[in-house]
Nanobody
């Protein structure tokens, strides 16, 4: 199973980015999918997760006003739209997949992409 993230980069505070995660060798909507991030010196944290048969994702409370999670099954791709970005959003962002999970936590997910760097700075 392969997951490939893209869309990261350098953005000014208040800006927006859309991250993409494309799956290969498996059908994305058969799996639960999560977005995670890891800042230097910090643990990997759950940003948003969605179960395979559900439409409404879980998004971390502190982020739900600025981040949205969507999926395009026809493209086998999920997206993380981030707006009003802040310096504290700077991190490597990962997408991940699993067949079962209870919490939107990194230890629950089995398959990982390589990550994409998001840097929010003026």
């Amino acid at each position: 199973l392969q997951l490939v993230e893209s869309g990261g980069g350098l953005v000014q505070p208040g800006g927006s980015l859309r991250l993409s995660c494309v799956a290969s060798e498996f059908t994305l909507d058969h799996y639960h999918i999560g977005w995670f991030r890891q800042a230097p010196g910090k643990e990997r944290e759950g940003v948003a997760c969605i179960r395979s048969k559900e439409r409404s994702p879980y998004i971390a409370d502190s982020l739900k006003d600025r981040f949205t999670f969507s999926r395009d099954n026809a493209k086998n791709t999920v997206y993380l739209q981030m707006s009003s970005l802040k310096a504290e959003d700077t991190a490597v962002y990962y997408c991940a997949a699993t067949l079962t999970y209870y919490y939107c936590a990194a230890y629950e997910f089995d398959y990982w992409g390589q990550g994409t760097q998001v840097t929010v700075s003026s």
